[in-house]
């Protein structure tokens, strides 16, 4: 594990650089690269062949017309979790402005990175956030390769049921680069290769009824007696509430529904893809309570269910906006800046942070905003057995890859939306030509596909990854794709490995996560690891973030005092 675990950056001098977001946005990228010993891999692999070129159609034969249609932002504006959200925001601006500053340091410019210094500046403080790497986002970070095309670390859906996220996107004002689609979910039917199921959410309907009509609409994956029986399992999940849900986290998928009466046929058509798409794993192992969660969130929330794509990469897209943002308010963001070691005081608080370039920072609070897995490889000795750290060792973050293919035609059998594969390999996917505006093309596709359950695959070849998807792909694509492109040529590929990401969420893990304040005085955590009741999610990042920035600005005082002892002796030594 610590071998891929290590803090990582793509460029290796660690130099640090200031983060100038519009440089970043007009300068393309080449990278088609491969970080052994890395957070993330990523190779890539183009096909020269004459025949995957992409012809143009004979006089008198119409190209296929592909069509994108998004649908309105729903009016999630009103509902109470999005409210709440918009409160919690609101703190940090309408907080009283700090004599004097504090000055945190962050290390990690993922999404709770980000949303840790974003609401810090907000509330007038003097955030440093100190990214690794040369890239933002880091579970959502993406590159460009040599034709300008963007490849992702993973497929990134946003959700209705994402409050915090949605209000940062309308505090950013960039509302506009979701683009929503039709509220339904949309699964492969395996035992009929290239047929669809849909589960369609009336837009008429109120919540839960839209979404208990979506699931007694569909007659193909459940029959009647099934549907009657999960749905009677269910009832003290609803009636329960949450104390029922975290209760629920001893147990598996698998085992609570045997549990629950409900028959292992419910599991195998709906749950195993579910258990995939919401942790890259199958449902005998990931934890109940997260797949209640997400059902409570999506029964209970109109459009809680409803998704959208983001318009872009979310390094441009998304992150460079809270970049600006952060900047604007008198906050740093610095990429190549890895750190080495956490410095001690001799009473076991953290004097500084120490880079790999041999510079040192120190500030009045410091934020770990890392993968749970880098967090531990850098902690300090005697920090390892104190009960709030010794408990992460449950934690470890979950293999998964992203695949990412460029076909020599448009593919007929897709639709502008997320699919679930239902595939023994593959966990969603979505044609990314016709989902997303800048990687929108009508005559060529892009799929872009989580490989999942991914921990007997991140060690083999990106060759063998691919053969293994389009084996997959042919059962999905009967009358388009074959294993040996007899059919569809593949023009180029992506493949992009992450040996630990989101926290395994198997049972028994959720009392190990721990809260953002720490037992030592002006170190903090951030992180969808954190006890947040959005689990391994982005927006149990950002929400990890703002309460990360919840409690230092409660613990002002304090800090400031701190700051002051720490000031009195280097002074009295000059």
Request: proline share 6%.
């Amino acid at each position: 594990m610590a071998q891929w675990a290590c803090v990582s950056a793509a460029n290796l001098s660690c130099q640090a650089t200031i983060v100038n977001t519009q440089k970043q946005r007009n300068s393309p990228r080449c990278d088609a690269f491969s970080f052994k010993g890395s957070e993330f891999m990523a190779q890539s692999w183009r096909f020269s062949s004459p025949q995957a070129v992409y012809r143009r159609p004979r006089n008198g034969v119409c190209p296929l017309k592909v069509v994108c249609v998004d649908y309105p932002r729903p009016d999630l504006d009103s509902t109470a979790n999005f409210l709440e959200a918009a409160y919690f925001s609101s703190t940090f601006r309408a907080s009283p402005r700090p004599t004097k500053p504090l000055k945190v340091v962050i290390a990690g410019a993922g999404l709770a990175g980000l949303a840790t210094a974003k609401y810090l500046a907000d509330a007038g403080h003097q955030p440093i956030l100190l990214e690794a790497r040369d890239v933002l986002g880091g579970k959502v970070a993406a590159w460009k390769d040599s034709d300008g095309d963007w490849y992702e670390t993973g497929l990134h859906i946003f959700f209705g049921a994402y409050p915090n996220i949605q209000n940062l996107f309308g505090e950013l004002g960039i509302n506009d680069r979701l683009q929503w689609k039709e509220h339904s979910m949309i699964f492969a039917m395996p035992n009929k290769p290239g047929e669809f199921s849909r589960f369609d959410f009336l837009e008429v309907l109120p919540a839960p009824i839209n979404g208990i009509w979506a699931i007694l609409k569909n007659n193909e994956m459940l029959t009647w007696p099934e549907k009657i029986k999960f749905a009677i399992g269910l009832l003290p999940a609803i009636l329960g509430g949450q104390a029922y849900v975290e209760a629920q986290d001893g147990l598996s998928v698998k085992d609570w529904m045997r549990k629950q009466g409900i028959p292992d046929r419910v599991t195998t058509e709906v749950f195993i893809a579910m258990s995939k798409a919401l942790n890259f794993i199958n449902p005998d192992e990931l934890s109940m309570q997260c797949i209640l969660i997400a059902l409570n969130r999506f029964l209970q929330e109109k459009h809680g269910s409803k998704m959208a794509f983001l318009d872009g990469s979310p390094p441009e897209r998304l992150c460079a906006p809270i970049v600006d943002h952060i900047q604007s308010l008198g906050g740093e963001v610095r990429t190549n800046s890895r750190i080495q070691k956490i410095d001690l005081n001799n009473d076991g608080t953290v004097k500084s942070f120490v880079l790999n370039n041999g510079s040192v920072i120190e500030a009045d609070a410091y934020v770990f905003a890392t993968p749970v897995d880098i967090l531990k490889l850098l902690l300090p000795e005697n920090w390892k057995e104190m009960p709030y750290f010794k408990k992460l060792e449950k934690l470890v973050g979950v293999p998964v890859i992203n695949v990412h293919i460029w076909f020599d035609r448009k593919l007929k059998n897709t639709y502008d939306h997320l699919l679930f594969s239902r595939s023994p390999l593959l966990s969603v996917y979505a044609d990314m030509s016709v989902t997303c505006k800048e990687y929108y093309n009508p005559n060529q596709s892009m799929l872009e596909l989580v490989f999942a359950p991914a921990e007997e695959w991140i060690s083999c070849s990106d060759s063998e990854i691919i053969d293994a998807t389009l084996n997959e792909l042919a059962k999905l694509f009967p009358d388009e794709i074959a294993a040996d492109q007899s059919k569809a040529k593949i023009l180029k590929y992506h493949v992009v490995k992450t040996p630990r990401s989101v926290y395994k969420t198997v049972p028994g893990c959720e009392p190990c996560r721990p809260l953002q304040r720490s037992p030592l005085e002006g170190f903090y955590l951030a992180g969808d690891y954190t006890k947040q009741k959005y689990l391994a999610s982005m927006e149990g990042a950002v929400l990890s973030g703002k309460l990360c920035a919840q409690a230092i600005v409660q613990d002002y005082e304090l800090l400031a005092a701190r700051g002051k002892k720490t000031r009195l002796p280097e002074a009295a030594a000059r």
